[in-house]
């Protein structure tokens, strides 16, 4: 595969430069640079600085805030790098956005999810990689091949070391409890549930029963994203009331939309726990909030992938 295209490039728009660098600095080699900045009129404008013909190139850009900016910048990134003969693209998106709209699950409504896939493609794309889709079969959209990979093993690693007692994994939801369940058997603890149902003509559901003891234990709530915060510091006060002594919270994307962070702050939360998947900004870091980084996962597996080697092994071996 290293023989079959040039050199590995790694190519970054605005949305999470800080996470590219880190990746490159992994991997021991140098971002590639690009002019890319928005007109008066935000039309978004790119060009290539150096030379990327016959070349392997990765972009990273998360789909997070300001998201439909980033989705645009990454198409017209795409485009300039075909344009530009680069040897294989590859679109490396940490966040994936739209991902909770991967069904028409309402009359008359659009499959976004799906929608986004296909433009990728039609733009340049000749692989995608991602972090922890909202559902798995968003897999299936894309019509080229792709790795999604899972931030799993760095949490738990990071939940092991700490070495929390009396421990229980509770999922946010029972639509999370298949991981939930994978995260509480490689802690090896109890789990427990959070039931949400919606009340009445609110679209809103509300945390209403914890399924599973709690009580006089160190609750650890695990989800995928964390936007708002709304569903997530409702359970976390639903489950100190059903006795709980601390309560950690721990996701793979914190998109925190207003009004996360003062949520956040108000909660009995203990610690928060996220990656760096989606850029969290100076203004929205808590005392409490712990950031674990994915780059030594993207790196290797942008590695395995230049060279041909298996990334199923390295997976494998992580997990």
Do not use: W
């Not at 007109?39 to 805030?65: A, H, Y």
């Not at 509480?184 to 009445?200: H, N, Q, S, W, Y």
């Not at 674990?292 to 298996?310: C, F, W």
């Amino acid at each position: 595969m290293a023989k079959m295209y040039g050199d590995l490039t790694i190519l970054s728009g605005r949305s999470n430069r800080p996470l590219a660098e880190a990746i490159c600095n992994q991997l021991g080699i140098e971002i590639a640079e690009a002019d890319i900045f928005d007109f008066p009129n935000e039309n978004i404008f790119v060009q290539l600085k150096c030379s990327v013909r016959g070349q392997d190139v990765f972009i990273v850009q998360s789909l997070s805030v300001p998201v439909n900016r980033n989705i645009i910048e990454l198409l017209i990134l795409l485009d300039a790098l075909k344009r530009a003969s680069a040897g294989r693209i590859t679109a490396l998106i940490p966040f994936y956005a739209y991902g909770r709209s991967d069904k028409k699950d309402q009359p008359r409504a659009p499959i976004t999810a799906r929608l986004i896939a296909d433009i990728i493609v039609a733009a340049g794309a000749d692989r995608y990689m991602t972090v922890d889709l909202h559902a798995g079969q968003i897999q299936g959209f894309f019509g080229i091949p792709g790795d999604e990979f899972t931030a799993f093993p760095i949490l738990t690693d990071f939940l092991a070391q700490k070495k929390i007692p009396d421990a229980v994994v509770v999922s946010a939801d029972l639509g999370f409890a298949k991981k939930a369940r994978n995260f509480a058997r490689r802690l090896d603890t109890p789990l427990a549930f959070v039931e949400k149902r919606r009340i009445g003509n609110d679209p809103k559901a509300q945390a209403l029963t914890v399924i599973g003891d709690v009580q006089d234990k160190n609750a650890i709530i695990v989800d995928d994203e964390v936007d708002t915060a709304g569903t997530l510091t409702e359970a976390v006060r639903l489950i100190k009331r059903s006795g709980a002594r601390q309560v950690y919270t721990v996701c793979t994307h914190a998109t925190l939309s207003n009004p996360a962070v003062e949520r956040l702050r108000d909660a009995p939360i203990e610690e928060f726990i996220c990656t760096d998947t989606v850029p969290i900004p100076a203004e929205k870091k808590l005392p409490n909030m712990t950031i674990l980084s994915v780059a030594p996962l993207l790196a290797e597996t942008i590695a395995r992938t230049h060279e041909g080697r298996s990334v199923g092994e390295y997976l494998h071996d992580t997990q």
